[in-house]
T-cell receptor
Framework: GDSVTQMEGPVTLSEEAFLTINCTYT??????LFWYVQYPGEGLQLLLK?????DKGSNKGFEATYRKETTSFHLEKGSVQVSDSAVYFC??????????FGAGTRLTVKP | NAGVTQTPKFRVLKTGQSMTLLCAQD?????MYWYRQDPGMGLRLIHY???????AKGEVPDGYNVSRLKKQNFLLGLESAAPSQTSVYFC?????????????FGPGTRLTVT
């Protein structure tokens, strides 16, 4: 079945460092891809999404590009802030709204 | 507009006890989901519903039951709690069929079974 694999972390960075969190997927069809963020004690909230190949999702300085040829959707940010500390989940959703999540990557940004 | 709400926020049960978790959404969404979140395993789907009066099994349904009597509510029941059901439970909803739509999550219920 469909699945998502993301780097497990934890990831610790200094403020203003460059962030990459890798995500690859396996799917039989043409899924939509998502990045969700979970702040401590809260539910998941959508960070960005892309619905077809070569689409780039972006929000709050974060970006990810849907790469069908490499089945990847890596999350990047040029300069992280302490407030970006959270757990990040890569996910895919097929046409049945069956959403599959990666294991999550914990990011800690130090001042 | 409260979005997705869950009650209770925390609960401690003894093995064999039963309880019901309530999820409510005020966005008129058709699809609703129950997930559990365990360390290092992401979110796993327990049950879901594609509309009022319908339910279906997800990836890890054993030990749980659900009901969707009203469109805005989705209940998750544990008939006889086990320590393996210690987890954080999240409810989510989405607007429509098609896979392109984000899911909206509640704040979670932290359940401990002793």
């Amino acid at each position: 079945g469909d699945s998502v694999t993301q780097m497990e972390g934890p990831v610790t960075l200094s403020e203003e460092a460059f962030l990459t969190i890798n995500c690859t997927y396996t799917a039989t069809g043409y899924p939509s891809l998502f990045w969700y963020v979970q702040y401590p004690g809260e539910g998941l909230q959508l960070l960005l999404k892309a619905t077809k190949a070569d689409d780039k999702g972006s929000n709050k300085g974060f970006e990810a590009t849907y790469r069908k040829e490499t089945t990847s959707f890596h999350l990047e940010k040029g300069s992280v802030q302490v407030s970006d500390s959270a757990v990040y989940f890569c996910a895919l959703s097929d046409y049945n709204n069956d959403m599959r999540f990666g294991a999550g990557t914990r990011l800690t940004v130090k001042p | 507009n409260a979005g997705v709400t869950q009650t209770p926020k925390f609960r401690v049960l003894k093995t064999g006890q039963s309880m019901t978790l309530l999820c409510a959404q005020d966005m008129n969404h058709e699809y609703m989901y129950w997930y559990r979140q365990d360390p290092g395993m992401g979110l796993r789907l327990i049950h879901y519903s594609v509309g009022e009066g319908t339910t279906a099994k997800g990836e890890v349904p054993d030990g749980y039951n659900v009901s969707r009597l009203k469109k805005q509510n989705f209940l998750l029941g544990l008939e006889s709690a086990a320590p393996s059901q210690t987890s954080v439970y999240f409810c989510a909803s989405t607007v429509n069929w098609g896979g392109n739509y984000e899911q909206y999550f509640g704040p979670g219920t932290r359940l401990t079974v002793t």
